[in-house]
């Protein structure tokens, strides 16, 4: 059995999508001890047939297996790649997070260092010269100034810091705490994270940036958000 699974969902994403590939092509930890699972939620820009490809044309080292799917939404893709998952631990990437080479391996060391019970929370550092829509660039600053705020210890991690573009956890307890709730079009992380705690899972932010977000919301789907970012 592998030591943990890469959940990675995706939706028409597929030239930022190949970027996330390449940086788990490149982990330092063994390549043979983890596997990702793309859960490809309805995409029609040509992701299936080329993760399909991928696996049948032995073109790339990982562990991959994608999972196809009708449109349902990250929470219910998030949902199949639990499913279909076989590590210790999951470790949820998005399809516009491209990590670092020591990201897989950072997030078992820290596992190992506070026990099955933490979830560990990866920040997420921005490309200065990556241009983003004026929404995109508000919520990421609104975001960096939660993680200066964690890492100066004026407050401790809670449930709503639970951010699933780089986060990993025992995958026993996020199965037997349901799942994340697929009638969430946002926020389904947190909601899930509540769950979480009262499991007594802990969040622990991590000091070093192991991923590079290059995010891009169309505007409606970015908007429910303005609630859930302390001012």
């Known amino acids: 059995m592998v030591k943990i699974s890469v959940i990675v969902p995706t939706y028409n994403r597929l030239a930022r999508l190949k970027r996330v590939l390449a940086g788990l092509e490149q982990q330092t930890y063994p390549l043979n001890q983890f596997e990702v699972v793309v859960v490809s939620d309805g ?7 080329y993760l399909q490809q991928l696996v049948q044309e032995n073109r790339t080292p990982l562990n991959l297996h994608p999972v196809l ?12 790649g639990i499913k279909h998952a076989q590590g210790d631990y999951v470790l949820f990437v998005d399809d516009d997070v491209v990590p670092e080479p020591q990201l897989i391996a950072e997030h078992l060391n820290w596992h190992d260092k ?12 921005t490309p200065p010269q990556f241009n983003m829509h004026p929404w995109v660039l508000w919520e990421q600053a609104m975001l960096e100034k939660q993680y200066q705020a964690m890492l100066a210890k004026e407050w401790d991690p809670t449930a ?21 709730d697929a009638s969430f079009r946002r926020a389904e992380d947190v909601e899930l994270a509540y769950r979480l705690s009262d499991r007594g899972c802990g969040l622990c932010l991590t000091t070093r940036r192991w991923a590079t977000i290059m995010r891009s919301a169309a505007f409606p789907s970015w908007l429910p958000s303005l609630c859930l970012w302390p001012q």
Do not use: C, K, W
Not at 69 to 80: L, Y
Not at 115 to 123: E, N, T
């Open 43 to 49: 995409a029609s820009d040509g992701t299936n047939d």
């Open 69 to 80: 799917q009708p449109n349902q939404g990250v929470a219910a893709a998030r949902n199949n």
């Open 114 to 125: 506070y026990g099955a019970d933490a979830v560990v929370l990866g920040p997420m550092l």
């Open 160 to 180: 709503r810091q639970f951010y699933t573009g780089n986060t990993s956890l025992a995958r026993y307890h996020i199965v037997e705490a349901g799942g994340f």
